[in-house]
């Protein structure tokens, strides 16, 4: 079994809609939590961040984190085309800790 | 502000032939580097880490070495490649110095082996 395990996709919505993008994983020694955006041919870059439970909210994007359900999600209001990318959860034990990857959602945003 | 580079963005090269990539870090000192490879549709598979000069960890047996000459040079070589080290390198840093637990990834290179 993965340590995490994120659904691959591809996920296909409406320009507008409201997109789910989720994570699971298995260790609950996990503590800080993080989603990153990969465009096409470039590098991930980094989302969100946040550490133990509870929801973060930055403009359009909300991270949640649930660790009683080892579950974090990243919700995207009012999607729009420029959204279209590799969403990648990643997640570490400790402060300064490599992160553990998950395999990454790849989302298409129709106009 | 801090700036990553990698360079060369695209690469092919023969397989049994040699390989350097680098990476280099601005605007910040002593931090954590890491190189990655990612596969078509796959996640980050991380290869090796390094926490100074001349410290490094390798997470993945395989021809590729690594190697950090510089506090903010990071240097991913092969002396032969394979088939299957094609795929996407990233290089990424980590400022240990405040405590963050984030990454910050450079560009990539992509490297094709024929």
């Known amino acids: 079994q993965k340590e995490v395990e994120q659904d691959p996709g591809p996920l296909s919505v409406p320009e507008g809609a409201i997109v789910s993008l989720n994570c699971t994983y298995s260790n609950s020694a996990f503590q800080y939590f993080m989603w990153y955006r990969q465009y096409s041919r470039k590098g991930p870059e980094l989302l969100m961040y946040t550490y133990s439970s509870g929801n973060k909210e930055d403009g359009r994007f909300t991270a949640q984190v649930d660790k009683s359900s080892k579950y974090i999600s990243l919700f995207i209001r009012d999607s729009q085309p420029s959204d279209s990318a590799t969403y990648l959860c990643a997640m570490t034990y400790n402060q300064g800790g490599k992160l553990i990857f998950g395999q990454g959602t790849e989302l298409s945003v129709k106009p | 502000s801090q700036t990553i580079h990698q360079w060369p963005a695209t690469l092919v090269q023969p397989v049994g032939s040699p390989l350097s990539l680098e990476c280099t870090v601005e605007?910040?000192?002593?931090?954590?580097l890491y190189w990655y490879r990612q596969a078509a549709g796959r996640g980050l598979q991380l290869l090796f880490y390094s926490v100074g000069i001349g410290q490094i960890s390798s997470e993945v047996p395989q021809n590729l070495s690594a190697s950090r000459p510089q506090d903010r040079q990071f240097i991913l070589s092969s002396k032969k490649l394979l088939l299957s080290d094609s795929g996407f390198y990233l290089c990424?840093?980590?400022?240990?110095?405040?405590?963050?637990?984030?990454?910050?990834f450079g560009p990539g290179t992509r490297l094709t082996v024929l």
């Open positions: 990424a840093w980590q400022n240990r110095g405040q405590g963050t637990d984030t990454q910050y």
């Open positions: 605007g910040t000192s002593n931090p954590n």
